[in-house]
Nanobody
C-alpha cells in the first residue's frame, strides 16, 4: 500500500487544519489506518487511528476532543480534522496502515506533512 499525506501548513493557535492521506496499491479498503506525529527533537507519537471493521477509533489524550479521524473508502482517503490547534501540535504528521497506539503495529508509512502552529 502506498500512502500520500497532504494538508499541512502554517496556522495560528486556535485554528484548524484537515490532513488527508490518500492510499493506493491495494484491492482491499478495509485495513485500519492511523496518524502519528514527530515534533522537533521528540520521538514519534501516536495521534489517532480508525478501524472501520470494528467501528472503532482511538485518540491520544493530548488530542482527544480536538482532533477527529475519519475515512472515505470511495475516495480511498483517511482524514484528520484538527481543531483548536496549539503550538505543541507543531510536528510532521505521518499516516500509516495499522491499528493501535504503538508505531511497531504499523507499516506502509506515508512521507509526512508538516504542521506548524504559531502562538
Amino acid at each position: 500500500v502506498q500512502l500520500q499525506a497532504s494538508g499541512g501548513g502554517v496556522v495560528q493557535a486556535g485554528g484548524s487544519l484537515r490532513l488527508s492521506c490518500a492510499f493506493s496499491g491495494s484491492t482491499s479498503s478495509t485495513f485500519a489506518m492511523g496518524w502519528f506525529r514527530r515534533a522537533p527533537g521528540k520521538d514519534r507519537e501516536f495521534v489517532a487511528c480508525i478501524n472501520r471493521l470494528i467501528g472503532s477509533t482511538l485518540y491520544a489524550d493530548s488530542v482527544k476532543g480536538r482532533f477527529a479521524i475519519s475515512r472515505d473508502n470511495a475516495k480511498k482517503t483517511v482524514y484528520l480534522q484538527m481543531n483548536n490547534l496549539k503550538p505543541e501540535d507543531t510536528a510532521v504528521y505521518y499516516c500509516a496502515v495499522g491499528w493501535g497506539t504503538v508505531s511497531s503495529q504499523y507499516n506502509s508509512w506515508g512521507q509526512g506533512t508538516l504542521v506548524t502552529v504559531s502562538s
